[in-house]
């Protein structure tokens, strides 16, 4: 008799899909909401929403207009979605704690921070915000920190947070 090979497929659970639906709704709407303080800055020749553009003729090269103003934000979309699951998985970590409006404003300046300020600047070869002074700082800034803040806001119910796939951090009591 010999020894079979066990294929085993990994779907995903209804817990998963919960996430997932949480972060599409929750990143929707803080993508959307960061939009007008975006359109703000740019009309006050302040820097931002710099990398998107240039994310969006990386991965889709030049496309005529209207085309790439719709990837850019399909493009922003994408981003919203999968930027929201980092904090909704601390959330879920640190449930049964509520969240918080901090945790979201804390989230906002830490993503600013690791992605816009560091990673992206990085990866494109430009100088780092702090380098080019407060006014390419700020804008940038005050756009994620209104992200976090509204996925603080507008996450819906916590039944989210019942999530069986990632374990909950235990209280110790001493």
């Keep these: 008799m010999g020894l079979g ?19 599409v709704r929750s990143g929707t709407i803080a993508s959307i909401v960061m939009m007008p303080f975006g359109f703000l800055f740019k009309a006050l020749d302040l820097r931002v929403g710099h990398y998107g553009p240039k994310l969006g003729e990386f991965l889709f090269g ?11 934000l399909v493009e922003h979309l994408v981003i919203g979605w ?6 909704l998985l601390f959330w ?12 979201g404003l804390i989230y906002g300046a830490l993503y600013y921070l690791a992605i816009n300020a560091l990673a992206l600047p990085a990866i494109f070869g430009d100088a780092f915000p702090w380098q080019l002074g407060w006014s390419y700082v700020y804008p940038s800034l005050v756009v994620h920190l209104v ?10 119910s916590r039944a989210w947070l019942d999530l069986d796939f990632i374990p909950v951090r235990q209280k110790v009591s001493t």
Excluded: C, N, Y
């Design 5 to 23: 090979r066990a294929v085993i497929r990994h779907f995903p659970t209804a817990s998963q899909i919960t996430l997932l639906k949480e972060a």
């Design 62 to 72: 030049l496309r005529p207009e209207p085309w790439m103003q719709v990837l850019l």
């Design 82 to 87: 999968l930027s929201a699951v980092p904090l």
């Design 92 to 103: 879920r970590w640190t449930s049964p704690r509520s969240p918080s409006l901090a945790d």
């Design 147 to 156: 992200f976090g803040l509204s996925i603080a806001v507008t996450t819906r």
